[in-house]
């Protein structure tokens, strides 16, 4: 008895180099002669569909004002629509990030993120009021420029200044054992954030 082979012919394929990433791939002969297979991914083939190089694709999103002046991004924007977003090879980056990396001829460095130094606006672009830095870095720029809601400004606070300094007042002149319980009910607050407010672990603007 005679089987008929069924198992397809591994079709002849050549090693290709991507022209956008320079990433070597596999494709099949007939595929390469009908004139397709080019690019490695679909990003690569977005990328030099509709791209070319970064810096022309980039800066006609930017407003470049003065020297010292904001550089506003006119692109697409996420987070809120807070920071602006461009796309590079399918991927969306920050927009202040890639207006660095643009000026500096280099990555941002791995673990490290870009600190709006000067202007504390998350879309601006001027190089000049851009800097690398930490986590921890851009949390000091917070604190110290104010932005951190806090007290009266933060969204879900039940307190006044006024009503943290009565509370902390009562606090200290009062004997009840149950005191701090009675100030929860009180001012509408659990147990645990007076007893923060007293110890000031929050609230530490207010004397």
């Not at 009565?166 to 701090?180: C, M």
Request: aromatic letters at 8%.
């Amino acid at each position: 008895m005679h089987y008929k082979d069924t198992r397809r012919a591994r079709r002849p394929r050549v090693q290709i180099i991507c022209p956008v990433c320079s990433a070597r791939f596999l494709v099949s002969r007939a595929t390469r002669e009908d004139g397709n297979g080019k690019y490695c991914c679909r990003a690569c083939y977005i990328e030099a569909r509709f791209g070319g190089p970064v810096a022309d694709r980039f800066w006609p999103f930017v407003e470049r004002r003065g020297p010292n002046e904001c550089w506003p991004w006119r692109g697409g924007f996420t987070g809120m629509k807070q920071y602006g977003a461009f796309t590079i090879r399918g991927t969306f980056r920050n927009a202040s990030a890639v207006a660095w990396e643009l000026e500096n001829n280099r990555p941002v460095p791995e673990g490290m993120l870009i600190r709006h130094v000067v202007c504390d606006n998350p879309a601006c672009c001027n190089p000049a009021h851009l800097a690398v830095g930490t986590h921890l870095d851009n949390m000091a720029d917070r604190n110290e420029k104010g932005r951190q809601a806090r007290g009266e400004r933060h969204a879900r606070t039940q307190l006044t200044a006024d009503a943290v300094r009565e509370l902390r007042r009562i606090h200290a002149t009062s004997h009840d054992p149950h005191k701090t319980r009675i100030l929860a009910v009180r001012y509408g607050i659990s147990v645990s954030s007076v007893t923060t407010i007293v110890n000031r672990l929050t609230w530490k603007h207010v004397p």
